[in-house]
């Protein structure tokens, strides 16, 4: 059930959601109250969104066209048009529903003020102590999003977008939850590795338990010492790793074990954001084992090209190997 994998805003943009608050039905009604006893989880979400939409206090009228273009074109100017997918009825109710996410959207506006922003660039690493007590070490090129008040949330969130490691603080009778564009990793109190480049979320586990919600709305458990893949179409698949490996980046190391180059080559990409040419293609296929520092980006690509055998150039922004 895609419900599942909503998010305040997202119940925010939904028009079944919408339409169910502010006219329910008692089919309506029985199907939201069904599905959070089968999400417990997902109550509190629902029950913000609830109050979200309620406190904008708009009525369920045909609105005034005049009025109606005016909104629009105040939301426009504060959020992304691409955002909105607005149900289109005859029916008054549904075009009442419709009228209400367009003036949700400002309303969203306010609700992405209420986390904190961290951003880091090419080559930069950066290390976040939480308000709860949990640790986030945030790769080059990688930004996360976190939740105001976090410590006196039960359900502490963040929304990652890149690579960071995890270290999250226990805390009785809360959750803590990483959301990414292809899943939600479920969190009581662990260390872990997230990875959301290239349409995929890549999460290695070093210590406790966490959980995956995938599309199909089945949890996904994983234990120490597992990596689990979600592709943008929400498939989950998992094999054993060695947890360092992964997270070797936060020491500055890359530590290669029968690693293909062409992986290697993206990591220079998503690290430096540097170009690399191969004048013999037949390179990225090699695969290497070792441990390199990764500290210097030129000092690295120097050293690679030691072992690769061959000459590195500077070519503009970017290097090639010969």
Same mark, same amino acid.
């Given at each position: 059930m895609r419900y599942s994998l909503f998010t305040v805003e997202d119940f925010c943009r939904d028009p079944d959601f919408i339409q169910w608050v502010i006219s329910p039905t008692h089919q309506s009604t029985a199907f939201w109250e069904e599905f959070v006893n089968a999400h417990p989880y997902k109550r509190l979400e629902v029950e913000q969104a609830i109050s979200y939409i309620r406190?904008?206090? =708009?009525? #369920?009228i045909e609105p005034d066209p005049e009025r109606l273009n005016e909104l629009r074109t105040r939301i426009w100017e504060q959020v992304d048009q691409e955002s909105i997918n607005v149900y289109r009825s005859s029916n008054r109710v549904?075009? +009442?529903a419709a009228s209400l996410v367009f003036a949700l959207l400002g309303g969203l506006w306010w609700f992405t003020q209420s986390t904190t922003t961290f951003h880091t660039s090419y @080559? #930069?690493?950066?290390?976040? =102590?939480? +308000?709860? @007590?949990?640790? $986030? /070490? =945030? %790769? +080059?090129?990688? #930004?996360?999003? $976190?939740?105001?008040? =976090? +410590? %006196?949330?039960p359900i502490r969130e963040v929304w990652l977008k890149g690579e960071a490691y995890f270290e999250i603080a226990k805390r009785s009778n809360t959750k803590f939850i990483v959301?990414?564009? #292809? /899943?939600?990793?479920e969190v009581l109190g662990t260390m872990f590795n997230v990875n959301t480049r290239r349409e995929k979320t890549s999460v290695v586990l070093t210590e406790g338990k966490v959980q995956l919600m995938n599309e199909a709305d089945h949890p996904w458990v994983m234990k120490p010492g597992q990596m689990a893949i979600v592709d943008k179409n929400k498939a989950i698949l998992s094999h054993n790793v060695i947890p360092e490996h992964y997270h070797s980046w936060k020491e500055s190391y890359l530590i290669m074990e029968d690693k293909p180059v062409v992986e290697i080559v993206d990591m220079v990409k998503d690290t430096y954001g540097i170009q690399i040419q191969f004048q013999d293609s037949s390179l990225l296929k090699k695969r290497l084992s070792g441990k390199l520092a990764t500290d210097r980006s030129e000092q690295f690509l120097e050293n690679l090209s030691t072992i690769l055998e061959c000459d590195l150039v500077k070519q503009g922004n970017g290097y090639e190997f010969r």
């Open positions: 406190a904008m206090q =708009l009525s #369920e549904y075009l +009442a @080559g #930069e690493k950066q290390e976040i =102590l939480l +308000a709860d @007590g949990s640790k $986030v /070490t =945030l %790769n +080059a090129q990688s #930004e996360i999003k $976190v939740s105001k008040n =976090l +410590a %006196n949330k959301h990414t564009p #292809e /899943t939600h990793i």
